[in-house]
């Protein structure tokens, strides 16, 4: 019984967690916005855009993700992939909104991994 419990109060702690770092680059994000506006560089914009849509992406996944680190891993990878690959195809075609999607996406993948992912 005490298995249970302590995997349940790890699972809630992850959880806990995982909200409170979302929650924080979703801050930035928005803290951000006005700071890439204000600088007029497509580079800036796409990396709002890339956070804020991996945050979303997140934010929208996270009931079914409690307790359920390989989900989470998934999505992470996912977005680290996608992140990868956009930032390659951006540079070759040099949009640098593009690029600062994909540093955006990347970037929540980054922080979710060392923060969330065991």
Same mark, same amino acid.
């Given at each position: 019984?005490?298995?249970?419990?302590?995997?349940?109060?790890?699972?809630?702690?992850?959880?806990?967690?995982?909200?409170?770092?979302?929650?924080?680059?979703?801050?930035? =994000?928005? $803290?951000?916005?006005?700071?890439?506006?204000? !600088?007029?560089?497509?580079? &800036?914009?796409? +990396?709002?855009?890339?956070? #804020?849509? =991996?945050? $979303?992406?997140?934010?929208?996944?996270?009931? !079914?993700?409690?307790?359920? &680190?390989?989900? +989470?891993?998934?999505?992470? #990878?996912?977005?680290?992939?996608?992140?990868?690959?956009?930032?390659?195809?951006?540079?070759?075609?040099?949009?640098?909104?593009?690029?600062?999607?994909?540093?955006?996406?990347?970037?929540?993948?980054?922080?979710?991994?060392?923060?969330?992912?065991?």
């Amino acid at each position: 019984m005490s298995d249970m419990t302590d995997s349940n109060a790890t699972g809630e702690h992850n959880r806990h967690k995982l909200v409170e770092v979302v929650t924080a680059l979703g801050n930035r =994000a928005g $803290e951000m916005h006005l700071e890439a506006v204000m !600088s007029g560089q497509p580079f &800036d914009a796409g +990396l709002v855009e890339g956070m #804020s849509h =991996a945050v $979303e992406l997140i934010e929208s996944e996270l009931d !079914s993700l409690t307790g359920d &680190d390989s989900k +989470l891993e998934k999505i992470v #990878s996912s977005l680290g992939n996608a992140a990868q690959s956009g930032s390659q195809e951006a540079r070759e075609a040099g949009d640098a909104f593009s690029r600062g999607v994909a540093a955006g996406a990347g970037h929540v993948a980054e922080v979710l991994q060392e923060e969330v992912l065991p």
